[in-house]
C-alpha cells in the first residue's frame, strides 16, 4: 500500500466550513463544524482514489506545498 498525503484547505463560511484538496480536482466538502468536515473531507479522499482505481487512472500525486508566512501588519 502506497502512502500519499494531500493538502487540505479548510475555509470557515457563514454556516460552518468547507473543504478541498487543490490536487484532487473536483472534490470539496462542507460541514457545520471544523471536525465534521474534515471527517467528510477524508472519507471523500477515501473514495475518490477507489473510483480512480476502479476507472483504471492514476490516482493523482500530491504536488501543492503549503507554508505559514509571518506577514506585518501595521
Not at 462542507?30 to 474534515?38: D, N
Amino acid at each position: 500500500m502506497t502512502h500519499k498525503q494531500y493538502i487540505a484547505i479548510f475555509e470557515r463560511t457563514e454556516t460552518g466550513y468547507s473543504a478541498y484538496c487543490p490536487d484532487l480536482p473536483g472534490l470539496g466538502v462542507a460541514g457545520k463544524t471544523y471536525a465534521e468536515t474534515k471527517k467528510l473531507l477524508v472519507e471523500g479522499i477515501d473514495i475518490y482514489i477507489e473510483e480512480c482505481l476502479a476507472d483504471g487512472l492514476e490516482v493523482p500525486e500530491p504536488t501543492t506545498k503549503s507554508e505559514c508566512l509571518d506577514v506585518r501588519v501595521a
